[in-house]
């Protein structure tokens, strides 16, 4: 089973717009954490945000928020008045219990219309 | 820009060629994680090293080995290069303080087998 899915390959929204990313994950382990990170055309890997599974509150970072649902399983990225510059991949990613490493998903690319 | 440089950014080689790909993590950083990113596998988990010594391993073909120096840079050897290696190839550091041990992507190695 897949362990991060994101089931949008691409999605178009008109800028100044919110926008939410889906992402739905799969782990037995009580302990993780939740990531996502921006891929530009250019390549890098931005790092947006992080929720762990113990948080009590969604987290935030600026525009970006994570509308986290334990039950749900489900860790969905909102991205308030997209700009033209949030054109991009978006990948969500897990880190599960004592592993340190990094699962993705195979992303979403968001284009932000004028 | 996330701390994390990689060198060279763009290589082009042959078939059964071999290269080294150069990581220096974060100031203060031990772990060092490679990944690699191509069109039909997305983003790979391929190893770790923490303070010199390797701590996992993911789906590194035995052609790639990788290594970590006493000031904490690492490479990441690839040889006997096929064409379905070419990628983009990430390095990765983090720091346990970090929230979530956060890790941090530098801007890629992308490798071109010809």
């Known amino acids: 089973a897949q362990k991060i899915t994101q089931t949008q390959p691409g999605m178009f929204v008109q800028e100044k717009e919110a926008v939410t990313l889906d992402c739905t994950y799969d782990?037995?382990?009580?302990?993780?954490?939740l990531f996502w990170y921006k891929q530009p055309s250019s390549g890098e890997m931005i790092f947006l945000i992080y929720?762990?599974?113990?948080?009590?509150q969604n987290a935030t970072e600026g525009r970006y928020s994570l509308n986290f649902q334990k039950a749900r399983k489900s860790a969905n990225l909102v991205i308030s008045a997209s700009q033209l510059g949030d054109s991009a991949m978006y990948f969500c990613?897990?880190?599960?219990?004592?592993?340190?490493?990094?699962?993705f998903g195979t992303g979403t690319r968001l284009t932000i219309i004028p | 820009d996330s701390g994390v440089t990689q060198t060279p950014k763009h290589l082009i080689t042959a078939t059964g060629q071999r290269v080294t790909l150069r990581c220096s993590p974060r100031?203060?950083?031990?772990?060092v994680y490679w990944y690699q990113q191509s069109l039909d596998q997305g983003l790979q988990f391929l190893i770790q090293?923490?303070?010199?010594?390797?701590?996992a391993k993911g789906n590194i073909l035995e052609r790639f080995s990788a290594q970590q120096f006493p000031d904490l840079h690492s490479e990441l050897n690839l040889s006997s290069l096929e064409l379905g290696d070419s990628a983009l190839y990430f390095c990765?550091?983090?720091?346990?303080?970090?929230?979530?041990?956060?890790?941090?992507f530098g801007e890629g190695s992308w490798l071109t087998v010809v």
């Open positions: 990765a550091s983090n720091w346990r303080g970090d929230p979530g041990n956060t890790i941090y």
């Open positions: 090293y923490y303070n010199g010594e390797e701590r």
């Open positions: 929720q762990g599974s113990y948080d009590q």
């Open positions: 100031s203060g950083d031990l772990s």
């Open positions: 782990t037995s382990d009580p302990s993780y954490g």
């Open positions: 990613a897990m880190r599960e219990g004592r592993n340190e490493k990094l699962t």
